[in-house]
């Protein structure tokens, strides 16, 4: 681009066309006879149109809002159904549990079912309780619930992973989310806009109940994870606060599904036929 070209297209912005259709039509004047007419005529059409077109797209939606509400209803109905037959079930699990640690123990000696109590709290397949450090955490109140999932404004997975690992780090003995008791194999992750922990949804607020000793809560406000919520908090408008707890109940977590390693067995030697030689052609 030459300096000259430049001077002339700031200069002269308007294309030539445009100005030869402006003079034309200043020459010409406006539009007389079944020109106006015809203009006239098709803006009405056009207007005429779209509203038939807003009324019919109006009397669609309100005669499907009412399928609508019903088929929200029913399915807001079937959610509730299936929540409490799960937690139906999920309280006859408890019971049943209960009932097979009380058989086992009663069979085994003293000693031996002292030491499975113990391994089953520390690895989180028995009910525990203590004193600890409850955090909470929620979305911003100004979230909209059918919003966006990636707003900023609401508590994501990773600040979870990111809480209980600080947590963890700072001699949590045992942590559950929302009654959800995490062991070593637990897992929290995203699903849509649902925050699955050990493939169960959990909601806002998200309680995280640690139990440990009296230091917990200095040690996790000193972490790092700590600090990054506090600024999040302050930036986002999300709930962050910790307050120390007495005597927390914390539930079992699920029995994991255990895998055994085998030790394989060792392959046989392929027979050789009869007649023929295992040793390469021409061998002495």
């Known amino acids: 681009m030459s300096p000259d070209f430049l001077s002339e297209l700031f200069s002269n912005p308007l294309d030539p066309g445009y100005a030869d259709a402006a003079a034309r039509r ?32 109006y009397r669609q939606t309100v005669e499907d809002e009412p399928r609508r509400s019903q ?20 309280a006859q699990a408890d019971r049943l549990r209960d009932e097979v640690a009380r058989e086992r123990d009663a069979a085994l000696g003293a000693d031996q079912a002292a030491q499975r109590r113990d391994t089953e709290a520390a690895t989180g397949l028995r009910r525990v309780s203590g004193d600890g450090l409850v955090v909470r955490l929620a979305d911003s109140p100004d979230v909209d619930e059918g919003g966006d999932a990636n707003d900023l404004g609401r508590i994501f997975d990773r600040d979870l992973q990111l809480v209980t690992n600080a947590l ?61 919520m506090r600024k999040v908090a302050d930036a986002e408008h999300i709930g962050f606060d910790t307050r120390r707890a007495d005597d927390l109940n914390l539930p079992a977590a699920t029995e994991p599904q255990l895998n055994y390693a085998t030790r394989p067995t060792p ?10 030689s295992s040793k390469p052609s021409g061998g002495g």
């Open 26 to 57: 200043a020459k010409e004047g406006p539009p007389t006879g079944w020109r106006q007419g015809a203009r006239r005529t098709t803006a009405v059409l056009v207007a005429g149109l779209i509203g038939v077109l807003f009324a019919v797209a």
């Open 71 to 90: 088929a929200r209803a029913d399915l807001v109905s079937q959610i509730k159904q299936r929540q409490e037959t799960t937690d139906s079930l999920r």
């Open 168 to 228: 963890w780090a700072s001699g949590a003995e045992a942590i559950a989310i929302n009654d959800q008791r995490l062991t070593a194999t637990s897992t929290i992750r995203k699903a849509g806009g649902a925050i699955l922990v050990d493939f169960r949804p959990v909601t806002s607020p998200y309680e995280i109940r640690a139990i440990g000793d009296s230091d917990l809560e200095d040690k996790f406000r000193d972490t790092t994870a700590a600090a990054l």
């Open 267 to 276: 392959a046989s030697a392929t027979p050789t036929p009869s007649g023929t």
